[in-house]
């Protein structure tokens, strides 16, 4: 399989308009996928985000297994403040506001001592597709950041007023280059990266074999799959038992690559996390 590498040129601009932002916020809510979150850290966010203080969120926890519990834990033992959500879920605005109005607490302590009443900011980042957008909307009560299920929807860096707060809606932004590609295979199977860069065919190879060694029994419970000691097998035993056959037998591996990753991306599959706590314990934010 070919290294994957995506970096459109608009994410350049973004992270140079973030970074001149940067002094406007009083701290950062950094948007993860709860099913990849080592992969969805941008490191490159460091030097955007500086001393303020961040607020990671474990989101999509609705689609996570025990393991985003795990990593919750682990955020918190790496003295970073760490909530997991589903931000379509209403429920998750009280707890967002509550932790962002702990972050400011002690500036609006200062603040009425002045007399003052303020509005506090927060800029709102991560990689593509996380779900940065949904979580505005869901702070703000109405739709007004764009949003949608392929990355790069989000492509400029613009303020929107949410109650109590400010937010800086960001577009979905990338490190430069990607030196571990375990790590990019798993943003592509999110959907962080752009499909038509893809060669989806080789993702769903990937995508079945790391299925296979972590949760084989979802394979066999969706696809009927019980013999997984080759990817190329798998990946026919689930055309043949989704239909997905050509004229004169040969197996349409285009229309299996799209149902594997949809449905992965969608959970039908099963609740999973592809990543886990403990083979991290050296990772620098």
């Not at 609705?62 to 834990?73: C, I, S, T, V, Y």
């Not at 989704?242 to 690559?257: M, Q, V």
């Amino acid at each position: 399989m070919k290294n994957i590498q995506w970096f459109p040129g608009h994410m350049t601009k973004a992270m140079r308009d973030m970074e001149k932002k940067r002094d406007l916020c009083d701290g950062v809510i950094c948007v993860l996928d709860a099913r990849a979150p080592i992969a969805t850290v941008n490191k490159n966010f460091k030097k955007i985000f500086g001393e303020k203080p961040v607020l990671y969120v474990l989101n999509k926890a609705d689609l996570a297994d025990g393991k985003a519990d795990a990593f919750l834990k682990y955020f918190e033992s790496k003295g970073k403040d760490c909530v997991k959500c589903d931000s379509t879920n209403i429920s998750t605005k009280r707890i967002l506001l509550q932790r962002l109005n702990a972050i400011t607490e002690e500036k609006r302590q200062r603040a009425q001592a002045k007399g003052l009443n303020r509005t506090f900011r927060f800029m709102v980042a991560g990689i593509p597709n996380t779900g940065k957008s949904t979580i505005v909307n869901l702070l703000s009560g109405q739709k007004r950041a764009k949003t949608g299920d392929k990355a790069g929807v989000t492509r400029d860096v613009r303020w929107l007023k949410c109650g109590a707060f400010d937010l800086l809606d960001t577009p979905g932004t990338m490190p430069p280059s990607f030196e571990n590609q375990y790590h990019a295979r798993h943003l592509a199977y999110i959907g962080s990266i752009n499909d038509d860069i893809l060669d989806m065919d080789d993702i769903a190879l990937e995508l079945l074999g790391e299925l296979a060694e972590k949760y084989p029994s979802y394979l066999t419970e969706r696809y009927g799959i019980t013999d997984f000691s080759e990817k190329l097998g798998m990946y026919e035993a689930l055309c043949k038992r989704r239909g997905f056959i050509l004229r004169g037998g040969e197996f349409d591996y285009e229309r299996g690559a799209k149902a594997l990753i949809d449905d992965f991306r969608k959970g039908r599959i099963g609740r999973l996390c592809l990543e886990d706590p403990t083979d991290y314990a050296d990772f620098e934010f």
